[in-house]
């Protein structure tokens, strides 16, 4: 049978197609039992809509790939930290058009437009598109483009 | 023990709800559309939080109700929540100063929580609280633009100030769910305070008005919001989508 990690890290975020919900560090723990798997997720934001699809989705993809009985916990501490996001991942949020998110300090940091790389860059709003992206504006090539909040 | 823990829960998960109500309905009515999204976007953060809140709530109470059935199905004078939220939303100057007020009291209260000796409290205390950093750095940095904007945005702010600085006492009266309210008062005041005078508005008096949401005694406006809430799982019991 495929190691459980393994099917985890082919399951995307659904709002955010080209990262895995291992590499974002929503997947906390895998518990291996005869048959079976437990598996401890973690949501990104309280009101996250998609973590239901997600857990459907670990539900759907662990048992195609043969455990009888699979189980989602949710664990809320230590509450999901940005800070959990792979390097690797970081790279693919850039490439995708979303500005990846600096170490944990709320107030103090300039954010790269993901596409032309400057720095020179606005915020529009704190609030973007999903609970976890800001909506912010390149001054150099005056592209719009998200920005992951670091949390 | 469980009964004042169980108390408490509610009282947080209730006043996220309500307010989280109040948020939502500036969908499609907000003043800008990126404001329309933040009201939506923090409203989605706040019924989040009450989700947690409330979930734990119905497992202390030990009867059998989860937090839908909190929600949908229980009676006005059975919410916790302070009379603060559950006011009109009124207009956008009411919206953000009511929400600089509310996120600054979450702010300190969420933080002295999230290191509290209750483990399922603290967490959901401090997963909260990173959530209501966010909220706070939109409210207050919005205090500041009405406050300091132009002279009817001024008077529209310094109205809602007025309108809202009563209903905050209700907060940091202690009662046998909360014994150490008081406590919060002090930190409250130093996060408000700079933030009123930088938007040169003026500290309302005090006064002895007290609200009693938290003792289920509610404004006339609750059952506006739960009948709008409730209708569905009243007039269809159990429906689910």
Redesign the interface.
Known sequence: MVDAWQILAGITDPEIPVVSITELGIVREVTQAAGGVEVAIT?T?????AIHMIEQEIIDRLKQAGYAEVRVKTV?????STDWIAPAARDKLKDYGIAPPGRVN?FARSVECPRCGAARTER??????T?CKA?YRCLACLEPFDFF?P? | MTSSTCELALRMGDNALILGQRLAEWLGHGPQLEEDIASANIALDLVGQARLWLSLAGRLEGRGRDEDALAYLREQNEFRNCTMVELPKGDYAFTIVRRMLFDAYQRVLLERMAGGADGEIAAIAAKSKKEADYHWRHSADWTLRLGDGTKESHRRAQDALERLWGYTHELFVPDAVDPEADSLRGPWRELVEPVLREATLALPADSAFLSGGRRGVHSEHLGYVLAEMQFLQRAYPGARW
């Open positions: 949501p934001y309280s009101g996250c809509p809320l501490a230590p509450a999901w709320l529009v709003s704190e609030f973007g598109s609970a909506h909040k949390l």
